[in-house]
């Protein structure tokens, strides 16, 4: 090694595979496939299930997870995203949003982020007043220095409060 410094000098300590990609990489224009295929045909689907799909119709073999970073690089949640990683995403789209000064990626990151707000309910609204209560309690200082409980009934239809009681 100390033959071999002196010969190269530091470059000598340089790994020969540095500035290549990895044999097992997969190509880019896989890639732009892959999302591309999600975007218009496969967009109702679950990355697991997906992955699925893309062996059985389209003949791309690739990892779940692999799907998983390859569309959350593109900030395209999956159906069973949690609420945890859409506040995530939308927290990183939205300082992304704050450090750029084009207006086309400004429109591009606002899109993303009401796609986000709008994608997949949990659950539809009752459709009629009265249809669904749902009640709530906590324990909070609510009324000045004593803590108490307050039970709420919210109708589901209209988010109105029904009825109020403390205890």
Request: aromatic share 10%; hydrophobic share 30%; with cysteine.
């Amino acid at each position: 090694m100390i033959q071999g410094y002196k010969i190269h000098g530091k470059d000598y300590f340089v790994h020969g595979n540095r500035g290549r990609k990895p044999t097992h990489t997969i190509k880019e224009d896989i890639k732009n496939t892959i999302i591309y295929l999600y975007r218009t045909k496969y967009y109702d689907a679950n990355f697991e299930h997906f992955s699925e799909l893309l062996e059985k119709y389209e003949n791309i073999k690739v990892s779940p997870s692999t799907v998983r970073s390859f569309l959350m690089e593109e900030f395209i949640l999956s159906p069973m995203a949690h609420r945890s990683t859409k506040k995530r995403v939308k927290k990183q789209l939205e300082e992304q949003r704050k450090n750029t000064a084009s207006k086309k990626e400004l429109e591009s990151i606002s899109n993303k982020i009401v796609e986000i707000e709008d994608a997949h309910p949990r659950r539809p609204r009752c459709a009629y007043f009265g249809e669904m209560i749902q009640m709530d309690a906590s324990d909070h200082l609510w009324f000045g220095d004593v803590k108490t409980q307050l039970h709420v009934a919210v109708d589901d239809s209209t988010g109105a409060i029904v009825g109020a009681r403390d205890s």
